[in-house]
């Protein structure tokens, strides 16, 4: 937590800014990444703050404006959704090169750390992206000059432990101090014994441990209850209440997708042999409703299908920024619920009216695209730790 969501962006943001310390001999007026300075760092602030309206309710912390409250208690989690989800869209042709793209390796790199499940192919891409972000950054920034050895923060060269460690621990995400903090301040609750708090803390702290171990080997957790005057489809779906003021008819076309959708008689959503498609697709639900295909309930969703996204600004980004353009009504398609991953956000793309992009909270893996753009063919990297000191 205190790695990348603390200790890189105030580094990175230092650097942003024009706020880092000038060395003895060093010209701010040369350092042409300083771009959120003055009047654009304050609209830019105004931007990060107006995009709250449009995140999705699992978003718990929304990022704040960064020119009002960025010294006044902004949160890890706020530094995390700012930096790594919305500061790429927000410095697109802004930032220049090589800054940019240096910038995004590291994007990159953090948003597949930050997540549950690693593959180990996205272990390596991981890796190879800290590694050239490592390297490039003393290049560009600081320039072999003395004046700038500041900039290469301890926090730098630590980057590159990041995906050896998760081979030998896990997934960091699930070790990080949130976890931590939550259970002292939990345990730290039930102290009931203030003249002998230590022991009393270890000793609920023991019993815990017992109590979730019980409930883990003989399943004594009971399952929660379905939301009230819910369907239930299977699993772990359910189909709420409807919530629309009255009945309303379908459009010919709306009307014509679900014709079609059940009369498919091999389902498009896997290929010949049975096996999943890997194909992302995003959009925006019109609605859910049941239906009755081979004599069975299905829960289905009604949905605008956005458009491909910018191969352009994809690849100028290290596919860290997915552009895109959604019109509700078009490009309509009915599909399982049960093909649904995750709920994303699309933010308002500021630098192209009429398009938006991709906004999901770090942990996800949704959007983990083809890294063909990223790596450029080039071989896979060695993650062993004695390859990268």
Request: glycine share 6%; charged share 20%.
């Amino acid at each position: 937590m205190h790695l990348t969501a603390l200790n890189i962006t105030d580094l990175i943001m230092g650097l942003f800014r024009g706020t880092l310390e000038v060395g003895p001999g060093d010209d701010i007026d040369t350092w042409d990444w300083a771009v959120l300075t003055g009047d654009t760092w304050k609209e830019h602030g105004a931007i990060v703050a107006s995009f709250k309206r449009h995140l999705s309710s699992s978003i718990d912390r929304p990022p704040r404006d960064p020119s009002k409250k960025i010294n006044s208690g902004y949160k890890a989690v706020e530094f995390l959704n700012y930096v790594y989800g919305m500061l790429p869209a927000l410095l697109y042709g802004v930032l220049p090169e090589p800054y940019y793209g240096n910038f995004c390796k590291l994007v990159y790199g953090v948003r597949i750390i930050c997540q549950r499940v690693i593959t180990a192919d996205e272990l390596r891409e991981a890796h190879r992206a800290f590694t050239e972000f490592v390297v490039d950054f003393e290049e560009i920034y600081v320039q072999r000059d003395a004046s700038r050895i500041h900039f290469v923060r301890q926090c730098i060269h630590n980057l590159i432990h990041l995906c050896p460690e998760t081979i030998r621990v896990g997934p960091l995400s699930l070790l990080a101090q949130w976890l931590m903090e939550h259970t002292i301040g939990n345990l730290g609750e039930e102290i009931k014994q203030p003249s002998n708090p230590y022991k009393n803390l270890s000793e609920r702290g023991l019993r815990r441990a017992q109590t979730n171990a019980a409930i883990s080997m003989l399943n004594l957790d009971p399952p929660p209850a379905p939301p009230k005057g819910s369907v239930e489809l299977g699993d772990g779906y359910f189909l709420l209440n409807p919530t629309a003021p009255r009945v309303r008819p379908l459009s010919s076309s709306l009307s014509s997708q679900i014709v079609t959708f059940s009369n498919q008689i091999i389902d498009e959503y896997e290929d010949e042999e049975g096996n999943s498609q890997k194909d992302i697709f995003f959009g925006e639900v019109s609605y859910f409703f049941e239906a009755i295909l081979n004599g069975e309930s299905e829960g289905l969703a009604m949905v605008s299908l956005c458009d491909n996204p910018n191969s352009e600004i994809l690849g100028r980004s290290r596919t860290t920024l997915w552009v895109t353009r959604l019109i509700p009504g078009q490009h309509v398609r009915c599909i399982p619920i049960s093909v649904i991953n995750s709920v994303v956000s699309l933010l308002p793309f500021p630098h192209i009216p009429g398009t938006l992009f991709l906004f999901e909270n770090l942990g996800l893996d949704v959007t983990f695209l083809d890294s063909s753009l990223f790596s450029n063919g080039q071989d896979d990297a060695d993650i062993d730790d004695d390859d990268t000191d």
